[in-house]
T-cell receptor
Framework: KQEVTQIPAALSVPEGENLVLNCSFT??????LQWFRQDPGKGLTSLLL?????REQTSGRLNASLDKSSGRSTLYIAASQPGDSATYLC??????????FGKGITLSVRP | GAVVSQHPSRVICKSGTSVKIECRSL??????MFWYRQFPKQSLMLMAT?????????EQGVEKDKFLINHASLTLSTLTVTSAHPEDSSFYIC??????????FGSGTRLTVV
C-alpha cells in the first residue's frame, strides 16, 4: 500500500528565500506525481505534474523533481513571496489510478 | 484548463437531514470522478470513485448507504450525505481524472451538521 510522507508539517521562512519542500513515497511503481496548493478552506490547485518517465517539471518560480528509485519528490520555490503562503500537498497516482496524498506542508512566508 | 465546479461551498444542516453536494465538469467530460473527505490538518481521504452510468466504488470503511453517489451524466456527479450527524461535519472535495494529465479538483464543500 502506497504511503506518502511530507516532513516537516509546517515551515516558516522570510520573504525572498529559496526553499525546498520534500515528499517521500514507499511504492516506486507510481504512474505520476502531482503537487497541489491548498489555501485555507479551499479546494486544491494543481501546481505541477510529473509523469513517471520524467525527472522534473518547471512552472514559473516552481520546480518539481521526481526520483522514483529513492522514492522522493521535491518542490522548489524560488524567491518566496507572502502570497506563496499555503499548504502544499504531494500525491502519487498508483496503478489503480487512485491518488495517495501526503498530509501536506503548511508554508508561511513572512514579509 | 479543465475546471470542476463544486456547490455549495458551505452548508449547515440539522442533524437527521440529508445534504446533496454537486460537482460539474465545465469544459470536459468526466467519465470518472472521485470524492474525498478532509479533516482539519489532515490529508485527503478517498471515499469513493464515481463512474458515469454505473455504481460507485466505495473505499473500505465508507458506508455506501450513508454517502450516496450518483454519476448520471458525463458532466455531473453528486454526493448525498443521508441522515447527517455532527460527526459527518467535514470538508468534502471532488475531483476528476484528466488522464494522463493528472487530476483537477473542485473548490470543496464545508459541511456543518448541528
Amino acid at each position: 500500500k502506497q504511503e506518502v510522507t511530507q516532513i516537516p508539517a509546517a515551515l516558516s521562512v522570510p520573504e525572498g528565500e529559496n526553499l525546498v519542500l520534500n515528499c517521500s513515497f514507499t511504492d516506486s511503481a507510481i504512474y505520476n506525481l502531482q503537487w497541489f496548493r491548498q489555501d485555507p478552506g479551499k479546494g486544491l490547485t494543481s501546481l505541477l505534474l510529473i509523469q513517471s518517465s520524467q525527472r522534473e517539471q518547471t512552472s514559473g518560480r516552481l520546480n518539481a523533481s521526481l526520483d522514483k528509485s529513492s522514492g522522493r519528490s521535491t518542490l522548489y520555490i524560488a524567491a518566496s513571496q507572502p502570497g506563496d503562503s499555503a499548504t502544499y500537498l504531494c500525491a502519487g497516482t498508483g496503478a489503480n489510478s487512485k491518488l495517495t496524498f501526503g498530509k501536506g506542508i503548511t508554508l508561511s512566508v513572512r514579509p | 484548463g479543465a475546471v470542476v465546479s463544486q456547490h455549495p461551498s458551505r452548508v449547515i444542516c440539522k442533524s437527521g437531514t440529508s445534504v446533496k453536494i454537486e460537482c460539474r465538469s465545465l469544459d470536459f467530460q468526466a467519465t470518472t470522478m472521485f470524492w474525498y473527505r478532509q479533516f482539519p490538518k489532515q490529508s485527503l481521504m478517498l471515499m469513493a470513485t464515481s463512474n458515469e452510468g454505473s455504481k460507485a466504488t466505495y473505499e473500505q470503511g465508507v458506508e455506501k448507504d450513508k454517502f450516496l453517489i450518483n454519476h448520471a451524466s458525463l458532466t455531473l456527479s453528486t454526493l448525498t450525505v443521508t441522515s447527517a450527524h455532527p460527526e459527518d461535519s467535514s470538508f468534502y472535495i471532488c475531483s476528476a481524472s484528466l488522464h494522463p494529465d493528472g487530476y483537477t479538483f473542485g473548490s470543496g464543500t464545508r459541511l456543518t451538521v448541528v
